[in-house]
């Protein structure tokens, strides 16, 4: 008995001291920081937080219109399984190109590659590890939460008097008087945007428009810049600019909706301009194309297609595509049909640019790459083909019991895309096709 009391007491001393020494062993092997990834694992410090900041971060952060912030490990690690999700199904960052058709180099592309993709994946089902602090970038330098996505503006302007939206009323159209642009000479637009300073959830849209009148006292109209939900401003292409006059005033066109609650909408137009003196060789067109106001939507019906064509009456270098519908907005594709071969008169087509998964919360301007912009003859037809999702599955439509028609509230539809252009002479079109023949395509998806 005594025996084998000795014998216990020495196997409790010997597993005890085992772990009391291994203890110690672990205690002095370097501490990890707080869920830090071996060496080469996938790390929040040293991969994930460079693709959050050149990605997520001008929207995902205090002040912005992103629903959390997505500048620290902290604040993103909670987030990790839904921001998996959505970069997966490409919801996010949001960018909707069609990545099988057409076009796919554009100046302002956001979106996320194939391999940053799969890190992100991998980085979550991984248990989402923080990483060395050490390595963790310096964090953005951002400017103010209302900053111009076009830059820095010239001149800002904003409503002479804010507008009140009550909690329960119907939409709302009007013209709105602005501040005076101060225009004392002719000057060239290098970028324009308009934004919601306040309100913004209840801003429909909002077309900032010119007037000018002359001598005679005859005026003169025109656009200067749309607003509509997730849309970020035009920046034209070097070399090109919008003529705006001096003594031009401007005025906004609004559609208000009221969303359940009292709101203050106040609107902005920033302008960008190209130094005094300056004249750009080309001047940008922004202009609906492609229109159809003969829609007929069934209720619980998707894949409802409408068609609209638009012709270019002379050579032109395309620079900007936007899709406009609204809720039941399913896709939309923009062809080229060129003039008929000379010889068997048949019509060549290109679709060049597709929005296979149209967002009606993101009115996004895709500017075509320097390379990648279509340089067209004159003649040329732009078809605009949009489809409609009037069920249940969208998730943006109010009602899908009811038949839908053209209008202009939000509950009813529309069918155009927003094209940014400038013509050419007959010389500057062969010039720029035959330059363009000589450089290989460039309409690869990003890897």
């Not at 062993?25 to 693709?51: E, K, M, V, W, Y």
Request: some cysteine; overall charge neutral; glycine content about 6%.
């Amino acid at each position: 008995m005594t025996k084998t009391i000795r014998l216990h007491t020495t196997l409790l001393f010997n597993m005890s001291g085992a772990c009391i020494l291994a203890t110690l062993l672990i205690l002095a092997l370097p501490q990890r920081a707080r869920g830090q990834a071996p060496q080469n694992q996938i790390s929040f410090t040293r991969d994930i937080a460079p693709i959050l900041q050149r990605t997520c971060q001008d929207c995902h952060r205090p002040g912005n219109i992103g629903p959390m912030s997505l500048l620290t490990y902290d604040q993103v690690r909670p987030w990790a399984r839904s921001i998996r999700q959505q970069v997966v199904q490409r919801n996010m960052p949001p960018w909707y190109i069609d990545r099988a058709v057409g076009i796919h180099k554009f100046k302002n592309d956001p979106s996320l590659t194939d391999r940053e993709i799969e890190m992100i994946s991998q980085w979550v089902d991984a248990g989402a590890p923080q990483g060395d602090p050490a390595l963790m970038p310096q964090p953005r330098t951002f400017d103010d939460s209302d900053r111009w996505h076009i830059g820095k503006p010239d001149v800002v302007v904003t409503l002479k008097k804010e507008v009140l939206v009550k909690s329960k009323a119907p939409d709302y159209w009007a013209d709105l008087a602005m501040e005076d642009l101060g225009l004392k000479t002719d000057r060239y637009i290098q970028a324009v945007e308009v934004k919601p300073l306040k309100g913004a959830k209840v801003v429909h849209h909002a077309v900032a428009q010119t007037r000018l009148e002359d001598a005679l006292g005859n005026e003169e109209q025109g656009l200067l810049e749309e607003y509509a939900v997730g849309k970020f401003g035009d920046i034209f292409p070097e070399g090109t600019g919008r003529l705006i006059k001096a003594g031009t005033q401007t005025y906004m066109n609004v559609h208000l909706h009221a969303n359940g609650e009292d709101t203050m909408v106040n609107l902005a137009v920033g302008i960008r301009f190209y130094p005094e003196g300056y004249v750009p060789k080309h001047l940008e067109q922004v202009a609906h194309v492609g229109d159809n106001e003969d829609l007929d939507i069934p209720p619980n019906t998707k894949d409802v297609r409408t068609d609209g064509y638009t012709v270019l009456l002379k050579p032109a270098r395309l620079t900007a595509f936007q899709p406009h519908l609204h809720n039941r907005g399913q896709a939309q594709c923009l062809e080229l049909i060129y003039p008929p071969a000379q010889s068997g008169g048949r019509a060549p087509n290109e679709t060049i640019s597709c929005v296979d998964r149209y967002h009606f919360n993101w009115h996004i301007v895709y500017h075509y790459d320097e390379d990648a912009q279509p340089i067209v003859p004159a003649g040329t037809i732009l078809h605009v083909i949009s489809w409609f999702d009037n069920t249940a599955g969208n998730k943006s439509n109010p009602d899908p019991s009811n038949p839908i028609a053209f209008g202009q509230r939000s509950v009813d539809d529309m069918s155009f895309a927003w094209l940014s252009w400038y013509y050419l002479s007959d010389d500057e079109y062969r010039q720029m096709l035959s330059q363009r023949q000589k450089k290989p395509a460039v309409t690869t998806a990003k890897k």
